[in-house]
């Protein structure tokens, strides 16, 4: 059965008017899987993008970046597309206040969507149990812990999910969201203005392609991450079962 | 004559650590410009990433975000990488004390460095002379007035300056910057991380490879703003040579 890709429940002009984007911000986030996304969303003629945190303090991101909440859980408007960004304390996987927030507009929102592990955020409040999503390349078996069906790829749509890989997917994935939220050529507008076509300057953005020493190594940095996560991980599914 | 690529000051360890970036602030800056060569630059081990503004007070981006400035013009370290991004203010162009901190800095500098229309604040503090140098693809010809050879590509590197293109171009630029002023082992080790493997959903990137509506749409947009950024770089052209 082919399902209907849009489940807008009001109007929108032909540039997207109306539409309500909003991004979890959370301690220790990856200031980037916000920022590229908000930098998309932010040139929707019409949209209004929403930061959301639990409170209206600024929230320090991983490396140091202060980032500035616009609303707070409580007042947040129901939304048309939430997107939650990766990094962060594992915690958030097991926070049952930002879960039940996520779980809440996404019962509303038009589409669900994530850039890096934020889909484990997603997955552990039980959003993605047989969609097919992604996430970081590093944390894969993470995502499958979850429920979902874990792909190495770019950016993944299912239904009403929308999931990106790693960091810079974000921008990937926010241009796939407009291009489905309103429409391909507001997408390929804003894609123009932000003269987005990349060049990256090495063929390192993937194990894939990249040197096998440096994907050794980057490995070796990442393992204890790695399996932390997959322990929370776990241990969220357990909570989910239960 | 070949210039010598690096006038790095102090010993560098292999991985980069002493490296003191430092990223310019102003309000109405396009804040990916900053942001994501601040994710680049904040992963280099031992670096450290400072983003520069004329008051410690926060600071409205473009499109509504609010950045946080972490040191000001007069207690700014000497810097081995400056960055200008791009948008903002057009006074910016005819602003003596941000000419001023970027030339002083330049001074000092290894690399001056710009994403999008910071090179037009470049080319105006007088630093883009002779040199070859990029910007966002609709302001090519005010950058030509401030006396640089202005080209159409995504990274331009010419001697100790390094220049991107329009908004994301940011990435490749930081990226490149890297590469040059630690090496090229830490660039992609940082690329990986980010998992910068970009895969733009449309071609809209560009005006060479977009829809010939969506260009000719986007350029009607930017018309005013083209023509006003030429008739600042003119002024500051002026300021220069009296």
Tied chains: 1, 2.
């Excluded at 969507?113 to 047989?130: I, K, N, P, Q």
């Excluded at 999503?133 to 995502?143: E, G, I, K, S, V």
Aim: with cysteine; charged share 20%.
């Amino acid at each position: 059965m082919e399902l209907p890709r849009t489940r807008v429940g009001r109007a929108r002009s032909e540039y997207g008017a109306g539409v309500e984007v909003g991004l979890l911000l959370f301690p220790d986030v990856t200031q980037l899987d916000l920022t590229a996304p908000f930098e998309v969303f932010s040139r929707v003629p019409g949209g209004r993008v929403h930061i959301v945190a639990k409170s209206l303090e600024p929230v320090r991101s991983d490396r140091g970046l202060v980032l500035q909440p616009t609303v707070d859980f409580e007042r947040c408007p129901r939304l048309d597309v939430v997107m939650v960004p990766g990094w962060g304390q594992q915690a958030l996987m097991v926070d049952d206040e930002t879960l039940d927030f996520v779980r809440t507009q996404s019962t509303h929102a038009t589409w669900t969507t994530s850039v890096c592990t934020g889909s484990l955020v997603l997955g552990a409040a039980g959003l993605l149990r047989g969609y097919r999503a992604t996430t970081h390349w590093a944390y894969l078996d993470a995502l499958a812990v979850l429920g979902a069906i874990a792909v190495d790829e770019r950016v993944v749509v299912d239904r009403d999910r929308i999931t990106g890989g790693g960091v810079t997917a974000g921008i990937d994935a926010a241009l796939t969201v407009v291009a489905e939220a309103v429409d391909r050529r507001t997408a390929g507008h804003i894609q123009l203005h932000m003269q987005y076509a990349p060049e990256p300057p090495f063929h390192s953005g993937h194990p894939a392609t990249a040197d096998a020493e440096v994907v050794a190594s980057v490995r070796n940095q990442l393992e204890p991450l790695r399996a932390q996560r997959l322990d929370v991980a776990r241990a969220a599914a357990a909570r989910m079962r239960a």
